[in-house]
């Protein structure tokens, strides 16, 4: 698996754009950055996903610099209920379309009002 | 489109029971894993099973725990002989078939031996 490696927490405030960075300098040319979070004792929750191309969805957007070795997920107007733990994951790929996915530690995202 | 549906939501054993824990997919999803979280811990992988096969059981504790996912009815994750150490969150994802698919996370089921 190619690791990630996210800042423990951040702080942002309400209505102002979060930015939660995230490396992975070893990933491979087949793997995808996925994006998940957990808010407080709940199940993980998708927001988005990408491989080499910039994705946005209702959520948030998702940068992916042109190497690939680090990315950017965006929440353009953070809101109180975003506060969370945001997970970055590399997707591991073996034996056609079997996969499975490796949570870090994630970043304590809290959103001030 | 209903999401993943785990339960119980809640779940109180004495040491030494039993625990089960079930699974219902999305529709149309054919592959289940299974996560732990321990109470201030991340989530552990333990098991990724597909219709009536287990693929990677890597995470699962080599005693007392077992998974299924029969052709038909719900994945189910069960614990024998519980301990105080398996106190802990359970959570349950699904994925439908192919590559570039994301995987949704059930409520989870909490678990508490007492």
């Known amino acids: 698996d190619a690791k990630t490696t996210q800042p423990p927490s951040m702080d942002c405030a309400e209505g102002r754009a979060a930015n939660l960075p995230c490396n992975h300098s070893?990933?491979?040319?087949?793997?995808?950055v996925y994006w998940y979070r957990q808010i407080h004792s709940q199940g993980p929750q998708y927001i988005i996903h990408g491989l080499k191309n910039n994705e946005t969805n209702e959520m948030a957007s998702l940068i992916i610099t042109e190497d690939r070795k680090s990315s950017t997920l965006i929440l353009p107007h953070a809101t109180l209920r975003d506060t969370a733990v945001y997970y970055c994951i590399v997707r591991v790929r073996w034996g056609g379309s079997n996969y499975k996915l490796t949570f870090g530690k994630g970043t304590l995202l809290t959103v001030n009002p | 489109n209903a999401g993943v549906m785990q339960n119980p939501r809640h779940l109180v054993r004495r040491r030494g029971q039993e625990a089960r824990l079930r699974c219902s997919p999305m529709k149309g999803h054919s592959h289940v894993y299974w996560y732990r979280q321990l109470p201030e811990e991340g989530l552990k992988f333990m098991v990724y099973?597909?219709?009536?096969?287990?693929?990677?059981e890597s995470g699962m504790p080599k005693e007392r725990f077992s998974a299924e996912f029969p052709k038909e009815g719900p994945s189910i994750l069960r614990i024998q002989q519980v301990v105080r150490g398996d106190s802990a969150a359970y959570f349950c994802?699904?994925?439908?078939?192919?590559?570039?698919?994301?995987?949704?996370f059930g409520q989870g089921t909490r678990l508490t031996v007492v």
């Open positions: 994802a699904s994925s439908p078939e192919g590559l570039n698919t994301e995987a949704f």
């Open positions: 070893t990933i491979s040319g087949n793997e995808y």
């Open positions: 099973l597909q219709k009536e096969n287990i693929i990677d």
